[in-house]
């Protein structure tokens, strides 16, 4: 599996962003697709996942309200809305696959896009 991650940038505290994750590769209906993040002296951390068949999700307390998963299966790609960004919220976003549910450790993912750099200015 093939991960591309886009959509991120420079914006003010309290802007949008929505990142697109394409995947390819593989039939993706057994698996689960995070966004992770690594903010600036901090471990990598897992904000959002999706289970590609069933649309189960997991936000992380830390955003949760604020940022939103989805996919759309026809277009094999994922989405992380984020609203009312802070800028804590800077970082590299990256998405990543596994086969099976749901995890919240990097170690659990095996495919990883390239990462994507938000940053949230004040």
């Known amino acids: 599996v093939q991960l591309q991650a886009f959509g991120g940038g420079l914006v003010q505290a309290g802007d949008s962003l929505r990142l697109s994750c394409i995947l390819s590769?593989?039939?993706?209906?057994?698996?689960?697709v995070a966004w992770f993040r690594q903010r600036p002296g901090k471990d990598r951390e897992a904000v959002a996942a999706?289970?590609?068949?069933?649309?189960?999700?997991y936000v992380a307390d830390s955003v949760k309200g604020r940022f939103d998963i989805s996919r759309d299966s026809a277009k094999n790609t994922a989405y992380l809305q984020m609203n009312n960004l802070k800028p804590d919220d800077t970082g590299v976003y990256y998405c990543?696959?596994?086969?099976?549910?749901?995890?919240?450790?990097?170690?659990?993912?095996?495919?990883w896009g390239q990462g994507t750099l938000v940053t949230v200015s004040s």
């Open positions: 590769g593989d039939s993706l209906g057994s698996y689960a």
């Open positions: 999706i289970t590609w068949y069933g649309g189960s999700t």
């Open positions: 990543a696959a596994r086969s099976g549910g749901i995890r919240t450790v990097p170690h659990s993912y095996d495919y």
